[in-house]
C-alpha cells in the first residue's frame, strides 16, 4: 500500500506570495490532517478534514486554509506570505481504527525569502 | 487543554547504551498515547502506540508502557545503536472526534556514538 504523498517536497517563495500544497493519503483513510514544523515551536496542528469538513482548527491566522477532495487529497493554502511562514508542512492520514494511529508523509519545505 | 511534555535534548550516549526519554501528558480524558521518529530530512514514522492504561507498546527494540496514575510513557531501549540517532516525538490523541488531531512533544534529539 503505498504511504502518504505530498508535493512538491520543496518550495521557494517571497513574501506576499500564495502557495498551495498537496497530500495524497493512504488510501482508504478519510482523515487528513497537516502540521507546521520550525525549530523554534516544534509540531503544531493547522486542521484536519475529514469526509471534505473540516473537523478541528488550530491556532493559526486566517491566511491559512484547506480542503479535502471527494477522494480523501487535501491541500492546503497559505495566502500573503510572511518570513516566518518558512517551515516543514507535514500532512498525516489516518483511518480512525487501531488506536488511531496517523501516517506522516515526507512534508514539504516551505522557504520565504 | 491537553499537554504533552518531553525531557530536553540533545541526549547523547554511546551504542549499546541505555536510553531512556521522559514523556508526561495532560489530558481532559483517555487519550491514546504514540511515540514517533523522525530522521533527517524525513517526516515522522511511528515507532510504538498504546491505546490504554498498562498497555505496553514495543517496536523495534523500543518499549513505553501508559502509565495512567503517573501521566506518564516513557521511552526505553536496552541498547542503542548508530543507526537510533534521530528526534523523539510523544505525542497523544483523544479517542473522540478529535482524534485527527495529535498533541506533539517538543522532540528530543538523540545522538548515538559508535
Known amino acids: 500500500k503505498a504511504g502518504v504523498t505530498q508535493t512538491p517536497r520543496y518550495l521557494i517563495k517571497t513574501r506576499g506570495q500564495q502557495v498551495t500544497l498537496s497530500c495524497s493519503p493512504i488510501?482508504?483513510?478519510?482523515?487528513v490532517s497537516w502540521y507546521q514544523q520550525t525549530p523554534g515551536q516544534g509540531l503544531q496542528f493547522l486542521f484536519e478534514?475529514?469526509?471534505?469538513?473540516?473537523?478541528n482548527k488550530g491556532n493559526f491566522p486566517g491566511r491559512f486554509s484547506g480542503r479535502q477532495f471527494s477522494n480523501s487529497r487535501s491541500e492546503m493554502n497559505v495566502s500573503t506570505l510572511e518570513l516566518g511562514d518558512s517551515a516543514l508542512y507535514l500532512c498525516?492520514?489516518?483511518?480512525?481504527?487501531?488506536?488511531?494511529?496517523?501516517?506522516f508523509g515526507p512534508g514539504t519545505r516551505l522557504t520565504v525569502t | 487543554g491537553n499537554s504533552v511534555t518531553q525531557m530536553e535534548g540533545p541526549v547523547t550516549l554511546s551504542e549499546e547504551a541505555f536510553l531512556t526519554i521522559n514523556c508526561t501528558y495532560t489530558?481532559?480524558?483517555?487519550?491514546?498515547l504514540f511515540w514517533y521518529v523522525q530522521y533527517p530530512g524525513e517526516g515522522l514514522q511511528l515507532l510504538l502506540k498504546?491505546?490504554?492504561?498498562?498497555d505496553k507498546g514495543s517496536n523495534k527494540g523500543f518499549e513505553a508502557t501508559y502509565r495512567k496514575e503517573t501521566t506518564s510513557f516513557h521511552l526505553e531501549k536496552g541498547s542503542v545503536q548508530v543507526s537510533d540517532s534521530a528526534v523523539y516525538f510523544c505525542?497523544?490523541?483523544?479517542?473522540?472526534?478529535?482524534?485527527?488531531?495529535?498533541?506533539f512533544g517538543a522532540g528530543t534529539q538523540v545522538v548515538v556514538t559508535p
Open positions: 498525516a492520514s489516518t483511518n480512525g481504527q487501531g488506536g488511531y494511529e496517523q501516517y
Open positions: 488510501s482508504g483513510h478519510r482523515s
Open positions: 478534514y475529514f469526509s471534505e469538513t473540516q473537523r
Open positions: 489530558a481532559t480524558g483517555y487519550p491514546s
Open positions: 498504546a491505546t490504554k492504561a498498562d
Open positions: 505525542a497523544l490523541s483523544e479517542a473522540t472526534d478529535s482524534w485527527g488531531k495529535f498533541q
